[in-house]
């Protein structure tokens, strides 16, 4: 099988080696199709190894491919580790990806820097499935940084706007402040375990549980939770928590394309991933488990809420990515991580459904985002249109859809949480609802219905998207809206991750879901009874009625809460404490190290005052030596004098 | 039969003669001549070097190639040369560095090019001897000798301030290596022997090994170099032309923490011991205070030369944080890969600075400025280029996957058997190395086209692009795969461990 899983990573990786060094000698459509090629030879042979290990029950590989390092009798290897969680992770990534690329020939194709992007995407690709395949720490490390660093030359793509340079110089630094605790947690790993392989970590853990260990002189902490927590804090840089989320929303700078791949689907769920990933970790720890909690929560509510006063089409669909995140977080933090996973996997069909259909509205609007300025577009865009209600339907969890299942999972397993910050958690997540409904729809109206606000010019020109465009949008629907239900027992309460997630039998809140379960037809039923489904529906309709009948209202509300408004405009202020605390800060705290410490002190002082005080005190000296033979003789005389006294004396 | 050669003299002779014969070419009109001959020269010389890597034995951490010849008897000093795991890659690098000089420098210079590449020539002979030398004398020599060289370079073909920073560079190093003297014919008067190995095994009491080790520190602080002794560095390198720098930053400065693997360490293990907190303290204000540093430098080559001083940082850590993770944990587990991790650092960055320095250089032969300000939008008119820079930016960032990753993380995951505060501030530089270098990145290649100057900029040319190459596929290999260079340094790095872990007193 060996020569599968490498088939799957190594054909992107070729299709964007081609494409980047030789894209002018291959042209575009030479370009795009080495890369769909690489892309969809990946997806076919992930959907094998899914239907192997899912269905036909293949046991777990575990194997390394070659030996990264030796150092200290510890090897560093690259190794592949497919098992259930895998084999979802590189079939979501795949098709997603193939969906993007094909796509892209539609979307780019008047771009000068057309085989650059697909080198990009199709680079992204094996980046995120080495992450996601790996069997170690130090791989995983590999791919975290690899997925970060194509982000950063795809928000940059356009590398000649200002914004979108500044906006990935962003994202790498955030993201590399996670990486900061990443590492630090790694290194703590292989301090205690003396390895980085998951499988001998894993094993080791239950052992070291009680181990507690001393960072702060006087206060002991659980290894497990240092740990947990370090990890977390790459997790919230990658997957955009609070407060190291405020890259992800200036990354809407890139092509839309990569903004449904990288910064909705894929590679924001990295994090997402990694903790469910060490679930053998996390059990050991509470704490750690409610710090996640907590965090994500705070990310579900309060990035929601940001979602309902943008008015670009691209960043209301950000904002909600960051609210989903924080949902998937939340997930994580019950114990739910199968349901973390659920929700990562419709959450990726249906948000990047919305993304894709969102760039059909901009290609459409000649690259116009103000959404106040779209409105009627569903005559003009058909196929958008109803891709572009499947995907928000799917969003605000519409039962039946694909998003319903898996949100209301995760609302459930909250509800039967007993874990410290459960409360505040279920109180976010339900109250999400209501403003997830309410920011979507309030975008879906204000593009698709009431009057149509362009100018005269773009109306002329609105027409659907060619077909490139339009199938990946249809292709994505239908896992949108089927997914949900299709997975959800297995998944869920069927055990098909089998060991490769971990829970303790007193976090298992999903178990608890099981006993009542009795099918989807239950579960639908449920579901449309209870509360989060009437906020859902009061969401839809509080939009329907502030942007379809009464648009003065909104306007009102603004000037009424100005204030609140304003605080939301900017995101609770965490962009200027950042700009002037850390990026000021240590701009000013480095001119003041250069030159104070560097010049002054170290140049001036000692090196140049140094040469000084030799030069002054041999100009001093320097007069000692006249020139003047009386000057001499009178010295010769007076020392000869000395000298002759001093014998005398002794 | 090449065993049978000595190969360690040919290496290291091959080019100085080399050097003396380009200047027989020194002609300006014989400038073609000289410049093929130099490169064949350094070709050579790299070829030659070669087979100490295929023909190293991993397994044991005796010295190889070794060579020995009596040189001045009446003081026991001998023409003694060898190599282990630890030198053996820094000759590597030497010699390969030196190629790239050569051919970056091919016809960028026009004034007196025959003196310039044979100031080259020579120098990489005698940096090649200071890590071949296992007579102390014989090292002090080369060690002393190779400035005269880099005097010359940055003296003759420098910049506008550049006998400001030639003589800054020469001050600072020479009273440097005058302490390190001392303490040679110090140990000599006890030991009645000037080779290193020999140094190695004398009993020596702690108040003389502290001063010792004292001295050796002044002296190799200097080069490496350390705070707060390392402003010579910024100068030299802004006034240096770009081959200089190169020289300087991928090999002079791995003098001075080579120093510190072959000599304060084994010889003067617990005053190492006793003093590694101070070692520690200002590697640790090298790696944070000087980041901070090259945040805000104007001037691309300030900035690259301040980043050196931070990643040298590490390589200091990493050697002398192995006594608090001995302290620690009580095991000597974590001190081989924190001594093996500054090894592969000093090689990662022999390639990165020197690729980045070559690539200030490319853009400073177009536009005749360094500073940031000048440039902006430098993508648009030289795309091939700018991949390059912003592949080299990315591995000074220490991203995995590029060299410069490696000994990062190995430092890193070894501080934190040390000291949990030790490791958090060495990480910051995920943070800060990010911040300086893509920052710089950011104003100078990427944004629209700033002024008319980059609107005219052409895009490298053949050679430049040979050089580039090469060491980008060094720098990826050195990062997907650097098993075989580690594996190089386990046995002499384990045997260097057994030195330092046996008190002398």
């Given at each position: 099988m060996e020569n599968v899983y490498l088939t799957i990573v190594l054909a992107p990786l070729i299709g964007a080696i081609v494409a980047g060094l030789f894209g002018k000698q291959i042209g575009r459509s030479g370009a795009h199709w080495v890369t769909i090629t690489g892309v969809a030879v990946s997806f076919v042979m992930s959907v094998l190894v899914f239907k192997d290990v899912i269905f036909d029950g293949a046991a777990v590989y575990n194997q390394a491919v070659y030996t990264w390092m030796v150092s200290d009798g510890i090897r560093f290897e690259i190794g592949f580790l497919i098992d259930s969680l895998t084999a979802i992770m590189i079939v979501v990534v795949t098709f997603v990806s193939l969906m993007v690329h094909i796509y892209t020939i539609g979307y780019m194709?008047?771009?000068?820097?057309y085989q650059r992007f697909f080198c990009y995407i199709s680079l992204f690709t094996f980046s995120m499935l080495m992450l996601v395949m790996s069997n170690n720490f130090l791989q995983l490390f590999f791919g975290w940084e690899a997925v970060g660093l194509v982000s950063y030359l795809l928000i940059g793509f356009w590398y000649k706007r200002e914004t979108a340079i500044y906006a990935n110089l962003k994202a790498f630094l955030v993201n590399r402040v996670g990486d900061f605790g990443f590492i630090l947690g790694i290194a703590a790993v292989l301090m205690y375990f003396n390895s980085l392989d998951y499988q001998d970590v894993f094993d080791a853990a239950p052992a070291l549980a009680g181990l507690t260990i001393e960072i702060i002189p006087g206060s002991e902490w659980s290894l497990m939770t240092v740990i947990g927590i370090l990890l977390f804090i790459g997790a919230m840089g990658k997957s955009a928590q609070v407060p190291l989320h405020v890259w992800l929303p200036d990354?809407?700078?890139?092509?839309t394309p990569i903004s449904a791949l990288i910064h909705a689907a894929t590679m924001v769920t990295a994090g997402i991933f990694m903790v469910a990933r060490m679930s053998p970790i996390y059990e050991l720890t509470e704490t750690a488990l409610s710090f996640i909690l907590v965090i994500g929560a705070i990310t579900a509510l309060f990035m929601g809420l940001l979602g309902i006063i943008q008015n670009d089409i691209k960043r209301v669909i950000a904002y909600s990515t960051l609210s989903q995140l924080g949902y998937m977080t939340v997930a994580l933090g019950v114990s739910a991580y199968s349901a973390g996973i659920f929700h990562l996997m419709t959450h990726a069909a249906f948000k990047a459904l919305l993304f894709l259909a969102a760039g059909s509205v901009i290609i459409a609007m000649h690259?116009?985002?103000?959404?106040?300025?779209?409105?009627?577009l569903k005559k003009y865009m058909p196929i958008t249109y109803w891709c572009m209600l499947i995907g928000s339907l799917a969003l605000i969890g519409?039962?039946?859809?694909s998003g319903f299942f898996s949100k209301d999972a995760i609302i459930e397993a909250v509800h039967a949480s007993q874990i410290p910050g459960a409360g505040f958690a279920y109180f976010a997540v339900v109250l999400g609802v209501f403003i997830t409904a309410f920011y979507t729809f309030r975008m879906f109206f204000l593009v698709f219905h009431g009057k149509e606000r362009m100018d005269e010019h773009t109306r002329e020109h609105l027409q659907e998207s060619p077909r490139v465009v339009t199938w990946p949008l249809l292709a994505l629907a239908v896992p949108s809206v089927v997914a949900g239900a299709f997975f959800i027992e297995p998944m869920l309460f069927a055990g098909m991750f089998g060991d490769a997630i971990y829970v303790k039998p007193e976090h298992d809140v999903l178990a608890q879901l099981g006993e009542h379960y009795t099918g989807i037809g239950g579960f639908l039923v449920h579901g449309v009874m209870a509360p989060p489904f009437l906020l859902a529906m009061a969401g839809v309709a509080t939009a329907a009625f502030f942007y379809l009948r009464r648009p003065d209202i909104p306007a009102m509300i603004k000037d009424r809460l100005s204030l609140v408004y304003k605080v939301l405009e900017n995101n609770y202020g965490f962009d200027a404490f950042n700009d002037s605390f850390f990026a000021g800060g240590s701009r000013k705290l480095g001119r003041l190290l250069s030159n104070v410490g560097d010049t002054k002190l170290i140049d001036g002082l000692l090196v140049n005052g140094t040469a000084k005080s030799v030069g002054w005190i041999s100009s001093k000296i320097?007069?000692?030596?006249?020139?003047?033979l009386y000057h001499y003789a009178f010295a010769m005389i007076v020392g000869l004098l000395a000298l002759i006294s001093l014998a005398v004396s002794f | 039969m090449l065993a049978d050669l000595p190969l360690l003299s040919l290496v290291i002779w091959t080019p100085i003669i080399g050097g003396l014969l380009v200047l027989f070419f020194g002609k300006d009109e014989q400038a073609p001549l000289a410049r093929i001959i130099a490169l064949a020269v350094s070709v050579l010389t790299f070829l030659l070097t070669i087979p100490l890597w295929t023909g190293f034995d991993n397994s044991t951490y005796q010295m190889q190639f070794v060579e020995y010849a009596s040189w001045i008897p009446t003081f026991n000093i001998n023409y003694h040369l060898g190599i282990d795991g630890i030198s053996m890659p820094l000759i590597l690098l030497t010699a390969f560095s030196t190629v790239l000089v050569v051919i970056a420098g091919w016809e960028v210079i026009k004034y007196k090019p025959a003196q310039y590449m044979a100031a080259f020539l020579i120098m990489n002979g005698l940096m090649i001897g200071v890590f071949c030398a296992l007579d102390s004398i014989l090292f002090y020599v080369l060690w002393e000798a190779m400035l005269i060289p880099m005097f010359l370079i940055i003296g003759i073909w420098g910049g506008e301030r550049r006998v400001y920073a030639t003589i800054k560079f020469f001050l600072y190093t020479f009273l440097g290596s005058v302490f390190m003297l001392v303490a040679l014919i110090y140990m000599y008067t006890q030991s009645g022997s000037f080779g290193i190995l020999d140094m190695q095994n004398m009993p020596l009491g702690m108040t003389e090994q502290i001063l010792i080790f004292l001295a050796f520190l002044i002296a190799f602080a200097v080069k490496v170099p350390m705070w707060p002794v390392h402003t010579w560095l910024p100068d030299a390198h802004v006034e240096a032309p770009t081959g200089g720098s190169v020289i300087l930053a991928a090999i002079m400065l791995k003098m001075g923490t080579y120093g510190f693997v072959r000599f304060s360490l084994p010889i003067t293990p617990d005053a190492s011991m006793k003093l590694d907190w101070l070692m520690i303290t200002l590697s640790l204000i090298a790696v944070v205070y000087i980041a901070f540093v090259a945040l805000v430098q104007k001037d691309m080559k300030k900035l690259i030369a301040y980043s050196s001083i931070s990643h040298m940082g590490f390589v200091t850590l990493g050697f002398f944080m192995i006594f608090a993770i001995m302290e620690n944990t009580g095991s000597t587990q974590g001190m081989g890969m924190a001594i093996e991790g500054a090894l592969v650092q000093m090689i990662s960055h022999g390639f990165i600075s020197g690729a980045m320095f070559l690539c200030v250089g490319v853009m400073y032969d177009r536009m005749h400025s360094r500073q940031?300000?000048?440039?902006?939008?430098v993508a648009n008119t030289m795309p091939i280029f700018a991949s390059f820079m912003v592949l080299f930016a990315m591995a000074n960032a220490g991203l995995p996957g590029t060299s410069g990753f490696v000994g990062e993380f190995m430092v890193i995951l070894a501080a934190f058997k040390a000291n949990f505060w030790i490791a958090f501030l060495a990480a910051t530089t995920l943070i800060f190395g990010a911040a300086y270098t893509l920052w710089m990145v950011k104003r100078v290649i990427f944004g629209e086209v700033a002024n008319d100057n980059v609107a005219a900029l052409k895009d490298v040319n053949k050679r430049e692009f040979f050089v580039l190459g090469v060491l980008a596929v060094a720098v990826l290999a050195l990062g997907l795969w650097p098993a075989p260079l580690s594996d190089v340094m386990h046995a002499t790095v384990d045997h260097l461990i057994e030195q330092v872990m046996h008190s002398k007193l």
């Open positions: 194709r008047d771009d000068p820097g990354s809407m700078e890139g092509p690259h116009e985002q103000d959404i106040r300025k779209m409105g009627g519409f039962p039946g859809f320097r007069y000692v030596q006249t020139g003047y | 940031i300000a000048d440039y902006g939008g």
